[in-house]
């Protein structure tokens, strides 16, 4: 199947900071993707559909502002979470698809740790 | 998006085989079901999809109902690999541009 690749895996830093996690569509071309956040024993929830060239669409409740998403090209999507404080620090998951099935691929998540 | 609902937890003997239920009784025409794991601490894995036939690839089995209403995932040997939350889906296949919307799934404990 399709790969995704995230970095880093696992990320510490101090409140106030600023944090960036990479997602990659290794072997096909993603002009949308998908970061998820995921707090201890619940599941995953959507935070905002990347479109590649344009704006990133947020899920009711997510900050646009904080959490700033970039699709600049076809195979790398960023998240950055600015000012991050300890409640933002969680499991950050992002996923793309391939138009011929419509199975998604997920990347291997990014753990965040905030002091 | 159709609704779909799991038993929370289930457990399963090493070797045998796992059937994992799933209701999604407000599917609708275009909707397919499909299927993902999660292994702790890593990200989903796809496993299988289908729309109203069953299917079958290397790593399980989906059989669906003949009114959609319900399937099962079948992982036919169940190794101690496999303990993981499995979450079904009822979504429409866009070709990958659909966001996917994650229920709480079914905790498979695989047990030696």
Redesign the interface.
Known sequence: ?AV?S?HPSRVICKSGTSVKIECRSLDFQ???M?W?RQFPKQ????MA?SNEGSKATYEQGVEKDKFLINHASLTLSTLTVTSAHPEDSS?Y?C???????????????S?LTVL | DAKTTQPPSMDCAEGRAANLPCNHSTISGNE?V?W?R?IH??????II?GLKNNETNEMASLIITEDRKSSTLILPHATLRDTAVY?CIA?P?????????????TKLQVIP
């Not at chain 1, 599941?43 to 959507?46: D, G, I, V």
């Not at chain 2, 601490?41 to 796809?46: D, I």
């Open positions: 199947g995704v995230q993603a002009t949308t998908f998820y599941s995953l929830m959507l559909t499991f998951i996923s793309g698809g391939t138009p011929n099935t419509g199975e998604l691929f997920f990347g291997e998540g753990r | 397919y499909y993902y999660q601490s890593q990200g989903p894995q796809y999809h979450y979504e296949n866009s070709g990958g541009y659909q966001k996917v919307t994650f229920g709480t799934g």
